[in-house]
């Protein structure tokens, strides 16, 4: 089993700057792919960013290209989602999301952004972004 738990949300203006973590729990961190997601009142949740196990491959949704990076540190179990340039329209509960992946396997963007395919969720954590 895995707990991811997320933090780094709150409540910035717009053009401003946050850093969400997840540190995730197991010794086998380095084997899942992992990816964040969010969900604002009323909608559906969306994959915003993906990065493979190795950390060799990066997915990003049209509306986050340029703004948002995410990273992963294999020694410390924890992925970061770095958003900067931050609009309103960001404002939502993001999530942390694992995906057990074989590794060498080939998962295409598309596989990435199927929430139903990642194995773990966190808790959630609000970004609130104020114009």
């Known amino acids: 089993q895995v707990q991811l738990v997320e933090s780094g949300g709150g409540l910035v203006q717009a053009g401003g700057s946050l850093r969400l973590s997840c540190a995730a729990s197991?010794?086998?961190?380095?084997?899942?792919?992992m990816g964040w997601f969010r969900q604002a009142p009323g909608k559906v949740r969306d994959l915003v960013a993906a990065?493979?196990?190795?950390?060799?491959?990066?997915y990003y949704a049209d509306s986050v290209k340029g703004r948002f990076t995410i990273s992963r540190d294999n020694a410390k179990n924890t992925v970061y989602l770095q958003m900067n340039s931050l609009k309103p329209e960001d404002t939502a509960v993001y999530y942390c999301?694992?995906?057990?992946?074989?590794?060498?396997?080939?998962?295409?963007?598309?596989?990435?952004?199927?929430?139903?395919?990642?194995?773990?969720w966190g808790q959630g954590t609000q970004v609130t972004v104020s114009s």
């Open positions: 990065i493979s196990w190795s950390g060799g491959s990066t």
């Open positions: 999301a694992a995906d057990v992946q074989v590794p060498g396997g080939y998962y295409s963007r598309s596989y990435y952004q199927r929430s139903y395919e990642y194995d773990y």
């Open positions: 197991g010794r086998t961190f380095s084997s899942y792919a």
